[in-house]
């Protein structure tokens, strides 16, 4: 089977920037069914336009519709599934028994893919799934290379293997938990949740309910379910060898520029496996783009073994960092002044040295010396998000092309 680059497309901007970096798939929401209810996702038109794109492109895309339903919340999913097969949704992401029944009966043709979501742990269990007509199991986060291995040789050979390969990580089991749902009355299996395991807590003496203990590491408090972000750039020819075959990228909710910086890292490492697998080595340069994009820090879950433990978590803070800022997404360049035509979206000023992040190009620098607004004047910063701008430079950049800025 061809490996597969599988990128999170949560708007059309970042389905776009995922193409144009390398994805050979993306995966992607309407405005209901899905994990993800507070990205932008999209509507049955965009959705359509979506399809339209992709395919043009020759790229292929899942939808997901992976909810945890009651009776009610299949009101409406019938038709959502026909219309789905229709505009030729290459599969849909699913984990509930009942949704995958209705799938078959209602759009038999949509390719069903199981989510990480239906925890699937062991080989009996994959097989099930794929008498049921799935032909893509999402394996579960717990799972170590070996067992992974082990699953895949019980199965047939026409059904995938997929796991999640870089990104944030829920700390519950196969992502399923109820914090959201106990604190904020969110429903995390409805695509509503708070990412509860991210808040400060503290404890309180049963009697004593206005003295508060912080669980602290130091001054800023602790996270004590605070997961690292999972990283397996380093060693993807071992998930090959163990039968993976789609390497999914999470973030949904990320910006543009993560998409871009992720999936380009991930693509130049999968081109260089499949150039040459008995020489992969992974260049500093691709691991070094990972940590500058938003992280929480990296684990290797627990792929290679680990037990999910202290390794894991994050425990001085719950924010997601990185080493560089987003400071615009390229529109184009103009050959007669020699200018990039820039969509803004952080600060930035003349004398600032930015990064050109190309999917067919080492990184390169791009030295402000001047910055122009669309009605010619000259500007010592920018300032306005999402205004048009040109800088003058001779690197010639193309549409989707990311502007970054490392931080101090």
């Not at 199981?114 to 009996?124: E, F, G, P, V, W």
Request: with cysteine; glycine share 8%.
């Amino acid at each position: 089977m061809p490996l597969e680059l599988l990128s999170p497309a949560g708007s059309m901007e970042k389905l776009k920037v995922a193409c144009h970096f390398g994805a050979d798939a993306v995966y992607l929401s309407g405005k209901k069914y899905g994990l993800r209810a507070y990205a932008e996702n999209f509507t049955e038109e965009e959705l359509s336009e979506a399809f339209a794109y992709l395919h043009s492109k020759g790229k292929k895309g899942y939808v997901t519709v992976n909810v945890f339903p009651y009776d009610e919340d299949f009101e409406g999913l019938r038709a959502y599934l026909v219309f789905l097969e229709k505009i030729g949704a290459d599969a849909i992401i699913v984990t509930d028994a009942g949704v995958i029944s209705l799938a078959k009966e209602a759009a038999p043709s949509l390719e069903l893919h199981l989510s990480t979501q239906a925890n699937t742990l062991n080989a009996r269990s994959a097989a099930f799934w794929a008498e049921q007509g799935v032909k893509r199991v999402v394996v579960a986060r717990e799972l170590s290379l070996a067992r992974i291995k082990r699953i895949r040789d019980a199965l047939p050979p026409e059904v995938e293997l997929e796991c999640f390969a870089h990104g944030a990580m829920c700390i519950s089991y196969s992502g399923r938990c109820l914090l959201s749902n106990y604190l904020s009355g969110r429903d995390n299996y409805k695509g509503e949740c708070v990412q509860a395991c991210r808040w400060k807590y503290v404890i309180h003496e049963q009697g004593r309910k206005e003295r508060e203990f912080g669980l602290e590491e130091d001054e800023r408090g602790s996270y004590i379910m605070n997961s690292h972000d999972l990283k397996t750039i380093t060693f993807l020819d071992e998930l090959i060898k163990a039968g993976i075959t789609s390497f999914k990228i999470e973030g949904r909710m990320k910006t543009a520029y993560y998409v871009a910086s992720v999936t380009d890292a991930y693509r130049r490492a999968l081109d260089a496996y499949i150039a040459s697998p008995e020489d992969f080595c992974v260049k500093k340069e691709w691991d070094e783009q990972l940590s500058l994009a938003s992280n929480r820090g990296f684990t290797e879950g627990f792929l290679r073994g680990g037990k999910g433990g202290p390794e894991t978590i994050s425990y001085e803070d719950s924010q997601s960092k990185g080493g560089a800022d987003f400071i615009a997404k390229v529109l184009g360049y103009d050959f007669e002044k020699k200018c990039a035509i820039i969509e803004q979206r952080n600060r930035f000023a003349v004398g600032d040295v930015l990064e050109i992040l190309s999917p067919d190009r080492e990184v390169r620098r791009l030295p402000v010396r001047e910055i122009l607004n669309e009605a010619g004047e000259s500007l010592k910063e920018a300032i306005r998000v999402q205004e048009v701008l040109y800088v003058p430079t001779e690197e010639i950049v193309s549409e989707w092309d990311i502007l970054r800025r490392r931080k101090a």
